[in-house]
C-alpha cells in the first residue's frame, strides 16, 4: 500500500485501485498500535483503514471500508483489522464522532465472505460467526457516536454492521437487506436482535422471514435510518449527509454524550428457528441473553444440509434448492 497525505487529500493506492478521500489524513496510534498495523499490511493489503478529520472537523474520525474486489466482505483479514482499529478508536479521547463508509463505488458492505465460509467445517463456522458477533457489539460499545453511511448494498453482515451503529444514513439507491435465509442461514451477527428494537417485531419478522432487500427510502419510512437522500454524481451522498450529520453532532459531543452511551449501552446489557430468535428479543430479554440465544440457534443451523446447500448455491450461482433438512 502507497499512501500520499495532505491537509485536505488522502490518496490510497489498495488492491491496484487508485481511491480518494477527501479531507484529512489517517488517524496516528501510539507506537505499540503502529507496530501491529504495520505488521499487518505486512501480510496483505489493507482492507479496512482510519483517516482523521482536521480543521473544524478535527474530532470526526472515518472508517474507511476498501477491500475491493470482494465488496467489503467480512473475511478474516477485514474482521481481523477492523478490530484492531476499533480498539484504538475506543481509546482514543481526541476521537469524539465516527462515521462508517466505503470507498468501494456502489457497496457499503456485502456481507460475510461466502467463499471463505465455504471452505470451514461446522466449528470453524461457529467460532467465525461469534467473532462476527463481537465485531458488532464492539462497535455498539464504542464511547463517542458512530454514524453508518451507506451509499450502496448492505446486506447480511453488512447491514448488521450498519445496525451495530448509533445513527444511519442512505443513498435512496441503496439496497439493504438481512437475506441470510435465503442463504440457508439466519441473522447471526446481531441482526435478529438489533433489527426488531429498531423498527418493530412484526416489520423485522417480514423482512427477516423474506430476506426482503429494501431501498434508502422505504429505509427511512420504517425508521431503519435517519436520513436518506437522493445518490449525486460522485456516488456518496450518503456520506456527505452522515458528514454533515456528525458536523451537527460534533459541538455538542463532550462528556454528556459519553455518559448517555454508557447508560444506554448498561441498560442494553441488563433486554431455533428465525422464528425463535425473533420472538426472544425486543426486550423480552437483555441484549447479552439476546446475544447467547442467536449464537445457539445459529449453532443448530450450521450442520444442516440447507445451510450447505445455501453456500453451494451461492458459489454455483444458481438457486438453492431446500429440502428442509
Known amino acids: 500500500m502507497r499512501e500520499k497525505h495532505g491537509r485536505n487529500t488522502c490518496l490510497v493506492h489498495r488492491d491496484g485501485a487508485r481511491l480518494l478521500a ?81 470507498l468501494v463505488p456502489g457497496v457499503f458492505c456485502a456481507g460475510a465472505d461466502l467463499k471463505e465460509r465455504a471452505l470451514m467445517n461446522d466449528t470453524e463456522s461457529d467460532l467465525f460467526v461469534h467473532g462476527l458477533r463481537s465485531l458488532m457489539t464492539q462497535i455498539a460499545l464504542l464511547p463517542m457516536p458512530t454514524i453508518a453511511a451507506m451509499d450502496g448494498v448492505a446486506l447480511g453482515g453488512g447491514l448488521e454492521l450498519a445496525l451495530a451503529c448509533d445513527l444511519r444514513t442512505a443513498a435512496y439507491s441503496a439496497q439493504m437487506g ?26 423485522a419478522k417480514e423482512l427477516i422471514f423474506t430476506g426482503r432487500r429494501v431501498g434508502g427510502q422505504a429505509a427511512l419510512e420504517m425508521g431503519l435510518v435517519n436520513r436518506a437522500v437522493e445518490q449525486n454524481q460522485t456516488g456518496d ?71 450447505q446447500e445455501g453456500m453451494a448455491a451461492f458459489i454455483e450461482k444458481r438457486p438453492p434448492r431446500y429440502t428442509g433438512e
Open 22 to 102: 477527501g479531507g484529512g489524513c489517517p488517524l496516528t496510534a501510539n507506537s505499540r498500535a503502529h507496530s501491529r498495523r504495520q505488521h499487518t499490511e505486512a501480510e496483505g493489503p489493507v482492507e479496512v483503514d482510519l483517516k482523521r478529520l482536521e480543521g473544524e472537523d478535527d474530532g470526526i474520525v472515518e472508517v474507511l471500508m476498501c477491500r475491493l474486489k470482494a465488496r467489503n466482505a467480512l473475511g478474516h483479514v477485514f474482521v481481523s483489522q477492523m478490530r484492531e482499529l476499533l480498539s484504538t478508536l475506543s481509546n482514543d479521547s481526541a476521537v469524539r464522532v465516527v462515521v462508517f463508509r466505503s
Open 237 to 307: 451522498a450518503a456520506y456527505r449527509e452522515a458528514l454533515s450529520l456528525a458536523r451537527e453532532i460534533l459541538p455538542q459531543v463532550r462528556i454528556q454524550t459519553h455518559f448517555y452511551l454508557s447508560a444506554t449501552a448498561q441498560t442494553l446489557m441488563h433486554c431455533f428457528s428465525s422464528r425463535q430468535v425473533t420472538e426472544m428479543c425486543l426486550f423480552q430479554v437483555d441484549i447479552g441473553s439476546a446475544m447467547a440465544i442467536e449464537r445457539m440457534c445459529y449453532a443448530r443451523v450450521i450442520p444442516t444440509r440447507d445451510r
Open 178 to 203: 438481512l437475506i441470510e435465509t435465503t442463504r440457508g442461514l439466519l441473522p447471526g451477527a446481531g441482526g435478529s436482535q438489533r433489527l426488531p428494537r429498531m423498527i418493530g417485531m412484526t416489520l
